[in-house]
């Protein structure tokens, strides 16, 4: 198990954007957090530090946490790749998709089991009865009882679901139900992924967020934007040298490394309208089907002579997801069917994660330079993506799944689809946005200043103090003495 190192972020930096009495309110209410926890540590617990939202909303939010002078610390568990396959059949399951195919039978629990009890092993170094401990999603949910057992207050965080139930997303609940029985607080992301078993009075909705002081949202110049994207190989020209970004800890950045890119001749020019999909390699992200709605949308004549980026991760570097790099090709198979003429208006990129900030500033300044942001997602736990371009004023087509819809309604923050596997649909509606400035700024204009009232990290924060003082913090520390 990995401890991953933080620093320090004053909450007041939210004050510009929430304005003097808000900001009051968060201050005093991490005081208030802050003697109720009385010296107990905050943990959290996932199964990667980079690639994902979970990632990102841990490293944005924790500095804060600490900051208020909570401890707060995050720890990544460890395990194989049959422990992650199994995962990742989990997580296709609680989306209602079949995944691999593979049953979750006893081997299946017996792979999760065992490495849950060897993180436990380590867990138990480190963690002390009275400890608040928050689990992220199923590759975590078996350390609950013996965390309970240890002492420690624990609270399984869901990030994923499904807005309705059927074979696969039951499979996926009974599969943890064994797991999480004596849990006493749970975090989902919207009422509708909250299973049947689950008592719904131990239930609290949180909606993710995102840092807007981040790298990979922090506001950027133009001339930044387009050193970077002509650096890291995205577009035509020359680089420059303002290719910096501010780093979580305040100290300067610089987009040094490039990226793998697929395509068939140059790079797009400055000029050139792009069509963006940012997320990782993975077939609930649909981005085979974004590629042939792309083909449907350039047929004939192409919309402002646009082109598009699908991008994501470099497979190599994301440990928890062994979907990535067989997605990554099947893309790039679909790619080599497409006809010469659409072929050479597409680039599949794979983005450097050696550094992490260095990634963000990157999706950041493609985000920013994107005509028409899409996330074609079959299903989708929140959508962090889409929060993202929203932010930058971005105008978004997005499938109406999940999170998405908590986000946008229709015509009024973006356009969406009803059916995310309709490629025509998804052809016109982006073609729509491509063809009508006026009515894509309008959009963006709108988004960005949702994600200000809803979706900033201010929101998130006092969400999670909200449930701290409601949390009977005596419970935990009296099991560890029992």
């Not at 967020?209 to 020359?238: C, W, Y």
């Not at 949702?450 to 701290?468: C, S, T």
């Amino acid at each position: 198990m990995t401890e991953v190192g933080m620093g320090t972020q004053a909450i007041g930096r939210f004050q510009p954007i929430v304005g003097d009495q808000p900001m009051n309110g968060l201050i005093q209410r991490a005081e208030a957090i802050r003697e109720r926890l009385a010296g107990r540590v905050v943990w959290n617990v996932n199964s990667t530090a980079a690639g994902g939202g979970v990632a990102e909303m841990l490293q944005a939010l924790l500095p804060y946490v600490r900051g208020a002078g909570i401890d707060a610390r995050w720890l990544v568990i460890r395990g194989d790749g049959d422990f992650f396959r199994v995962t990742k059949r989990l997580h296709h399951a609680l989306h209602g998709s079949l995944g691999d195919g593979s049953t979750l039978d006893e081997q299946a629990h017996a792979t999760y089991e065992a490495t849950m009890r060897a993180n436990a092993t380590d867990l138990a170094g480190v963690i002390r009865a009275g400890d608040v401990v928050l689990l992220h999603d199923p590759q975590t949910a078996g350390l609950a009882a013996h965390l309970l057992r240890a002492g420690a207050m624990v609270i399984w965080r869901c990030h994923i679901g499904h807005d309705s139930t059927n074979a696969e997303v039951e499979r996926g609940w009974s599969f943890l139900a064994p797991y999480l029985a004596d849990v006493p607080a749970f975090v989902f992301s919207r009422a509708a992924y909250v299973p049947d078993y689950c008592d719904h009075g131990k239930s609290t909705i949180i909606t993710p967020s995102i840092d807007a002081f981040s790298p990979k949202n922090q506001d950027m110049a133009e001339e930044t934007v387009r050193a970077i994207l002509g650096h890291v190989g995205l577009t035509e020209g020359a680089a420059g040298d303002s290719r910096g970004f501010i780093r979580e800890d305040g100290s300067p950045g610089r987009v040094d490394r490039q990226a793998e890119v697929i395509r068939l001749g140059r790079a797009p020019r400055w000029e050139t309208p792009l069509v963006v999909q940012v997320s990782r390699w993975d077939p609930l992200k649909d981005p085979v089907g974004v590629l042939n709605g792309f083909a449907k949308l350039v047929n004939g004549s192409t919309p402002a002579g646009a082109e598009l980026v699908l991008a994501g991760p470099d497979v190599r570097a994301v440990a928890d997801d062994p979907e990535g790099a067989a997605v990554f090709h099947q893309v790039i198979d679909e790619w080599r069917q497409l006809p010469p003429a659409v072929r050479q208006r597409v680039h599949l990129v794979s983005l450097p994660m050696a550094d992490v900030q260095e990634n963000a500033a990157i999706v950041n300044a493609l985000q920013r330079h994107a005509a028409v942001v899409v996330q074609k997602s079959l299903h989708e736990g929140f959508g962090l993506t889409v929060t993202e371009a929203m932010w930058k004023a971005r105008p978004i087509v997005a499938s109406a799944v999940g999170g998405i819809q908590d986000q946008i309604v229709d015509g009024q923050e973006g356009l969406l689809l009803r059916n995310p596997a309709d490629l025509d649909a998804f052809a016109a509606r982006t073609r729509l946005l491509l063809e009508s400035p006026e009515d894509a700024q309008r959009l963006g204009a709108a988004a960005r200043a949702r994600v200000a009232r809803e979706f900033l990290g201010f929101n998130h924060l006092l969400k999670y103090a909200d449930l701290i003082a409601r949390l009977d913090l005596s419970r935990g520390s009296a099991a560890g003495r029992d």
